[in-house]
């Protein structure tokens, strides 16, 4: 197994916990600054909960999306092997079936 597959065998993992780390992180931040009262605590009959989960969403997509570049890359990569290795499997049993 080369060097690059090893680096890359835990990608989604490590991707989807970043991207949940990230999330926590703003969730975090927000819900101390609505603690503090310098963002609101929620829009009319929302709950303050539902505002900061919400506001957390909305900032922690963007962040990951330029934070997490390099991981998504890796995951990509990945996921695009896995594919190829499936294709070849699959052509070599479909020649197999013809010899048949």
Avoid: H
Wanted: charged residues 20%.
């Amino acid at each position: 197994m080369s060097t690059k597959a090893v680096s890359t065998k835990n990608a989604t993992l490590r991707y989807s916990a970043m991207r949940l780390a990230v999330f926590a992180a703003c969730f975090a931040v927000i819900w101390g600054l609505v603690s503090l009262r310098v963002l609101p605590s929620g829009l009319g009959g929302v709950s303050n909960v539902m505002w900061v989960l919400l506001l957390a969403i909305v900032i922690s997509a963007p962040l990951s999306f330029v934070l997490l570049r390099k991981q998504r890359d890796a995951m990509s990569e990945r996921i695009v092997a896995k594919v190829d290795e499936t294709k070849t499997r699959l052509e070599a049993n479909r020649k197999q079936e013809d010899l048949a």
